[in-house]
């Protein structure tokens, strides 16, 4: 090993011992350059990208919240309210009103109290019927879907 | 090719039809000074290798806006310093290296190295550098190998002439007594 007394002793080379493969810096432009133009499309098509994902970002979001809710209201409808209690359109008849006896047939007569509390019902009652009907219905012990059956 | 000042060059780059030609004269008018810079900081061609490149890139997008109040080189210099020292905290942090494995981890390096033809003593200068800290490592290496003058030194690390002459000061210090050990 040379002898050592001094920093200054040792060679200055700026390349400090280290070497490169043959021809480097004769291609070392060419390969910057490709890399410089690579760069600048990638970036470009980034921007592009970025760009129309900003813009349809919103609708697509609102598309699919709206195909949710659908799906949502579709899948309540069809599996979790018994087909029995589902709302049904009654029939038209001939003049454009509705059947009486489809729209009664749909309900029963706790659906129907359910929306009369029992003063309003005695009112109704006292109003709309004479004694006699009532309690005629009361001693006969006759229920509201019979009465229907024998209007039909 | 002919022989263009740092001035013309840029002129040449903020044409748009002279620009690839232009920034390709830059490459090859500083290409080997920056790397040896480089090198001498990372060690490894191939590491050298990819900081060069990054550091070009940030050259050919960054040129437009160079406002020339200082000169081309050492805004080259400043961009590749840089560059390599991020290199070089990255590497760190990926791989857990503390300045402790730096001296052996240097040591093989140096021995595995097709590109590497120094002597022992050669090897021995690259093992006590490694034991600086980076930046003052590359104040030894701008001022010792590539005579950098103090004030362009200064320019390229935002630094005072004063602390640059320090720390170089105190690495020759440093590496003079870790050389004269054996």
Avoid at chain 1, 46 to 68: D, N, W
Avoid at chain 1, 108 to 132: I, R
Wanted: hydrophobic share 35%; proline share 2%; net charge negative.
């Amino acid at each position: 090993m040379r002898k050592f007394d001094n920093i200054e002793d040792l060679k200055r080379d700026t390349r400090a011992g280290y070497t490169v493969p043959d021809g480097y810096f004769e291609n070392l432009p060419m390969r910057i350059q490709q890399r410089c133009i690579d760069e600048q499309k990638s970036s470009f098509t980034e921007v592009v990208k970025v760009g129309i994902l900003s813009i349809i970002k919103p609708y697509l979001l609102m598309g699919s919240f709206m195909i949710t809710l659908l799906i949502g209201i579709y899948t309540v409808n069809t599996f979790l309210i018994p087909s029995d209690q589902m709302i049904v359109t009654p029939a038209l008849s001939e003049n454009g009103s509705y059947k009486i006896e489809d729209m009664m047939s749909q309900f029963n007569e706790s659906d129907l109290t359910a929306f009369v509390d029992e003063a309003e019902l005695v009112n109704a009652v006292n109003e709309n019927y004479s004694g006699e009907a009532v309690e005629f219905l009361i001693d006969e012990n006759i229920d509201y879907s019979t009465l229907i059956e024998e209007c039909k | 090719m002919a022989d263009y000042s740092d001035k013309e060059l840029l002129a040449l780059f903020r044409d748009d039809e002279s620009k690839n030609y232009s920034f390709n004269l830059i490459v090859r008018k500083y290409q080997e000074r920056l790397y040896w810079h480089i090198r001498k900081m990372v060690g490894s061609h191939e590491d050298a290798d990819d900081v060069m490149q990054n550091t070009f890139l940030k050259v050919w997008k960054g040129l437009e806006s160079f406002r020339e109040d200082s000169q081309l080189y050492t805004w080259l210099y400043r961009v590749a310093t840089n560059e390599a020292l991020t290199f070089l905290k990255k590497k760190k942090t990926r791989y857990f290296i503390s300045t402790d494995d730096d001296e052996s981890h240097v040591q093989n390096k140096l021995e595995s190295d097709v590109y590497f033809e120094g002597d022992e003593l050669e090897k021995k200068l690259h093992k006590a550098l490694a034991k600086l800290p980076d930046k003052q490592k590359l104040v030894f290496n701008m001022k010792y190998f590539d005579n950098i003058k103090y004030e362009d030194m200064s320019e390229i690390l935002d630094t005072s002439v004063g602390a640059l002459k320090a720390s170089y000061h105190h690495a020759v210090k440093k590496l003079e007594k870790y050389l004269l050990e054996d």
